[in-house]
């Protein structure tokens, strides 16, 4: 009662809101004193909560208040104290000071009272402060009150729990390398499991260290938290290194660190390694567990080795275990991966049996694979039969469905799928979504694809980078190039960053619509927007450059990438070498090659068959079976590709003996030869006009098992009518008509040419009506028919057929009209043939040498060399080169007509690198050039050319005319010209211009 009454007298002095500045720190102490001496009694809280009329959370009771009671309280049980602050939390409705609970933990901890600490630790930390506050508070307050180390370690475990891993870690970094505490084993081992757990990789190696610098004595625990550590982040040869230096420090390994590794071997592809060790294991007497085995078979199937899986299945159940779901499910899901269905329900059905029903994870596993292999209709009766057992379906099986429907372009049954979802108040994921646009988009419904786009946003859900990707991706690829980009902007505008795979779309589709500089554009915002280009970006560039034979700027891409550090793939470099190859330059493809193989590539077959298919269509066969040769050597396999080039290279060079050889060595080697191997080969034997054993292996093709081909139809045929066998070749177009082998363009034109040039004409017309109702009629085959006209003399009709044709939408181009225009010449119609030259310089039509060779040749029929000089010099100026026969035919004119002037004129603007002429004009040439003053070196190339020839006699001949013309002294011998030097320097002008007319001299 005296305790009381003292209370209540004192009451006025406890609770007084307001008292003079000079009685603060007297009247605080007082305070203290006084509710310290209430603390000691039991019913403190039922005293201290007499004073609430005097508003016992006035100025008085405030956290500094409570913290100072709590340092002076040393002898009052910790418990009460922290039962005191909580009260004293509610009365004031304010929180304590940090130090004041960290006094409370510190004592608390002190006397064991791990609970309970753990209990004041967790409500420092839900303060939310910063870690290092929290760690101060609690280091200060230690230093004052000593403390046991396992307050640090309860710290580590509130964090933990409360999911604050990088916190529990900054503890434990700060005690050991600061406050030099060191939690106990089990603490660290624990931080350490939990980080793996939460896959912080960083912190676990600098809590690892930390244990390290601590010295820390590591149990088999901490030595399986570190090879798991290593085998998830890929460095498995360290998590094997540390499992065998347990070993020799004589640690006793338990069956989780092996398990550990043998994860970490089978994580990174490793299974070989996997089941030698699970050998060593069971060497060492350990006896493996489910786990064990569950590791294994699911390594093996995802290395698609499901029959060795299956065999460990059957090991496992003969020792008497019984597979889990996570066992049957990896098993089921390499059946199905491998498109094998009978074993995957197989599988299931043995599951059943065993009384092991299917989970959530094994039903998405089936429905899954059997949706991409596009039977919706067992995938569908698994989704029914997964609900009749019991099982809810989630979003992601629904998400298979719906993938798989639209991959089968089913939008009907995919929609009924998504309402169904809604039913089951299963809420559609972006993933979901992204099923969806991803199948709409392969529908080609690309109005729906935005309206998706649309609804997602009323639905609150933002579409992500891979989702404005298909769908500009989609436009793309339906040339609808500006919604494309219009995609691609408004993503930016919404927010979503574009990553590298959107701005490759992006540049693949403008490439591919020959929109080279808006790509580039791309390129540039790629790098100033830190996305880093790779070998797709500049692909997209080289690709679509080296198809349009554009290889300067292919390499100048190529240069760039390489510069920028980005790694060429097997693509590229083929990709070049192709393009070098269809230029017809075979150095640069070669160099390419030799490039490939200094940047440490290792080109694959496709690469070689490139190179090997470029030189052989180049005809450089030889150079081919080099690159044959270095595949041979790498292991390599070729494949009948590979074959192929070769042995149609060595046809058309007409090596035909190789050629077979080839073809047997590909027999031999299990390479099976295609229709195209065939081909090859019969095409051969036209070439070399063996008709007869081509016919026989175009007859054995069925024997094969292959069946001819509309190109195996026409090389026959081909063959046929250029050994003038038109009967047989129509035999064959009959044949492949009956037979449903498609006509092409090539076969009509092979047959009209054919029928011309044996003069059945009548037939090559029928073909060419029937050829152009099919829609097959071509420029070339009409050429072959006009000409056989011609030939026939039949000029009416191919005038007609002229005109028909162009009525019928068929261009002519300049063979058309240079074979008009030569047959109209010949038949002296030289006014119809100028008509038609004139007519193809109004349509800008090339004219090349043969046209104005068959109108020049109309001109000389007719005697008008004025015309020819003219049109001569017209093609000269055009830098259109004229040949050896049009220049002979100059040279005749001219000498013929007299007109030496001209004649020289000619010599002057042509080299006439090939002129053919007859031994008359030969020396009446010689004899206009030598009376007009030829030089020095002019004379002697002529007297050189005869004496090459063996001619004697005319060498001196030449030397008698020139001194009679005056040119040289009459003491000058056919000697003098031989043996001296050439120092004029139009020597060699001289000597192209006279050497063919001192040859035909000589003759």
């Not at 603490?187 to 690892?208: H, I, P, R, T």
């Not at 998504?418 to 991803?438: C, G, W």
């Amino acid at each position: 009662m005296m305790i009381i009454t003292k209370t209540r007298l004192s009451r006025s002095r406890f609770f007084t809101t307001t008292s003079p500045l000079n009685d603060e720190a007297s009247t605080t102490t007082t305070s203290v004193n006084e509710i310290s001496t209430i603390l000691k009694q039991k019913n403190w809280r039922f005293l201290l909560q007499q004073q609430s009329s005097s508003s016992i959370a006035g100025n008085k009771l405030n956290p500094d208040l409570v913290h100072s009671i709590l340092r002076q309280s040393d002898t009052i049980d910790p418990l009460r104290l922290l039962d005191f602050v909580i009260w004293a939390d509610s009365q004031m409705g304010m929180s304590q000071n940090l130090t004041s609970f960290s006094l409370i933990a510190i004592k608390l901890c002190n006397l064991r009272e791990f609970g309970q600490t753990h209990r004041v630790l967790e409500i420092m930390v839900n303060t939310r402060k910063p870690v290092f506050e929290i760690l101060d508070c609690l280091i200060g307050s230690g230093r004052e009150l000593g403390v046991k180390v396992e307050v640090f370690g309860i710290l580590i475990d509130v964090y933990k729990k409360l999911g604050l891993l990088n916190e529990a870690s900054v503890v434990f970094l700060r005690v050991v390398k600061e406050g030099g505490f060191v939690p106990d084993l089990l603490c660290c081992n624990s931080l350490l499991k939990d980080l793996l757990k939460g896959n912080q990789m960083e912190a676990f190696w600098k809590v690892y260290e930390g244990m390290v610098e601590g010295n820390v004595k590591f149990d088999v625990y901490t030595y399986t938290n570190v090879i798991n550590a290593y085998c998830r982040s890929g460095n498995v040869e360290e998590g094997k290194r540390l499992l065998f230096e347990m070993e020799s420090k004589g640690c006793c390994l338990s069956l989780v660190t092996y398990n550990v590794v043998l994860g970490g071997l089978c994580r990174n592809g490793a299974v070989d390694e996997a089941c030698e060790l699970m050998k060593t294991m069971v060497a060492k007497g350990m006896v493996l567990d489910n786990y064990t085995y569950s590791i294994l078979v699911d390594g093996l199937c995802k290395k698609k080795r499901v029959g060795e899986a299956k065999l460990l299945l059957e090991e496992m159940l003969g020792k008497g275990l019984y597979p889990d779901h996570f066992t049957c499910t990896a098993l089921i899901s390499g059946f199905l991966k491998q498109g094998d269905l009978e074993e995957g329900f197989r599988i299931k059905d043995e599951m059943v049996a065993r009384g092991l029903k299917l989970n959530t994870v094994a039903y998405h596993t089936f429905i899954s694979a059997i949706s991409k292999l596009g039977n919706m209709k067992k995938a569908r009766a698994l989704l029914d039969e997964m609900i009749t057992s019991g099982l809810k379906p989630d979003v992601r099986i629904y998400n298979s469905l719906i993938e798989g429907y639209y991959q089968q372009k089913n939008s009907g049954e995919a929609c009924e799928l998504l309402k169904e979802m809604k039913k089951r108040t299963l809420v559609p994921a972006v993933y979901t979504y992204r099923a969806i646009l991803s199948g709409v988009c392969h529908c080609g419904d690309l109005h729906l694809a935005a309206e998706i786009m649309e609804h997602m946003a009323d639905q609150g859900l933002k579409p992500d980078v891979a989702m404005y990707t298909t769908l500009m991706k989609t436009y793309l690829q339906n040339d609808k190039l500006d919604n494309g980009v219009e995609v691609f902007n408004q993503m930016k505008q919404n927010g979503v960053l574009p990553d590298v795979m959107c701005y490759n779309s992006l540049i693949i589709g403008l490439c591919k619509a020959n929109k080279m500089e808006e790509a580039r554009k791309y390129v540039l915002e790629m790098v100033n927007t830190r996305v880093k280009p790779n070998a797709y970006t500049y692909g997209a560039f080289i690709t679509r450059y080296a198809k349009a034979g554009e290889m300067e700027d292919a390499e100048k891409y190529f240069k760039e990438m390489i510069g920028y550090g980005i790694v060429p793939n097997d693509v590229i470099y083929t990709t070049l070498i192709r393009g070098h190859c269809n230029n017809g330059n075979t150095e640069e493809a070669f160099s390419t090659f030799k490039r490939t193989l200094e940047l440490g590539a290792l080109p694959d077959v496709q690469t070689y068959n490139t190179l090997i298919h470029g030189l052989s269509v180049n005809g450089k066969v030889q150079e081919a079976m080099q690159i044959f040769s270095q595949l041979i050597d790498k292991d390599l396999a070729p494949n009948v590709f590979t074959y192929n080039s070769l042995i149609s290279g060595f046809c058309k060079q007409y090596v035909i003996i190789e050629a077979f050889r080839l073809y047997e060595e590909m027999c031999q080697k299990g390479i099976t030869p295609d229709i195209f191997t065939h081909n090859a080969l019969i095409n051969g034997l036209c070439l070399v006009d063996n008709i007869v054993r081509a016919r026989e292996l175009f007859d054995g093709i069925t024997g094969k098992g292959l069946t001819p081909n509309c190109a195996s139809y026409g090389i026959i045929i081909n063959g046929y009518c250029k050994s003038g066998d038109l009967n047989e070749a129509l035999h064959l177009f009959n044949d492949m008509t009956s037979k449903g082998v498609p006509l092409d363009s090539f076969i009509y034109c092979t047959l009209i040419d054919g029928l011309c040039k044996t003069g059945k004409v009548e037939k090559a017309i029928s073909l060419f009506d029937e050829m152009s109702q099919k829609g097959f009629a071509a420029t070339s085959s009409f050429n072959a028919l006009l000409d056989g006209l011609c030939k026939s003399g039949k000029l009416i009709e191919a005038d007609q057929l002229f005109k028909h044709v162009i009525s019928k939408h068929i261009v002519p181009n300049h063979v058309t009209y240079t074979i008009l225009i030569d047959h109209y010449c010949k038949a002296e119609r030289i006014n119809k043939g100028e008509e038609l030259f004139l007519e193809m310089q109004k349509k800008n039509i090339l004219t090349n040498t043969i046209t104005y060779t068959a109108l020049i040749n109309g001109y000389n029929r007719a005697g008008n060399i004025i015309k020819m000089v003219n049109l001569f010099n017209e093609m000269l100026v055009k830098q259109i080169e004229p040949d050896g026969p049009l220049c002979s035919l100059m040279v005749d004119a001219c000498l013929r007509e007299g007109n030496l002037e001209e004649l020289l004129e000619l010599v002057d603007k042509t080299s006439i690198p090939s002129v053919d002429l007859n031994k008359k004009s030969s020396e009446m040439l010689i004899d206009a050039l030598c009376n007009n003053k030829l030089s020095l070196s002019a004379c002697r190339a002529l007297v050189r050319g005869f004496y090459e020839e063996g001619s004697m006699d005319e060498a001196k001949r030449v030397v008698n005319r020139m001194v009679g013309f005056g040119l040289v002294p009459d003491t000058i011998t056919v000697s003098d010209f031989i043996s001296e030097p050439q120092t004029d320097a139009n020597s060699e002008y001289d000597s192209n211009v006279l050497k063919k007319a001192t040859i035909a001299a000589a003759k």
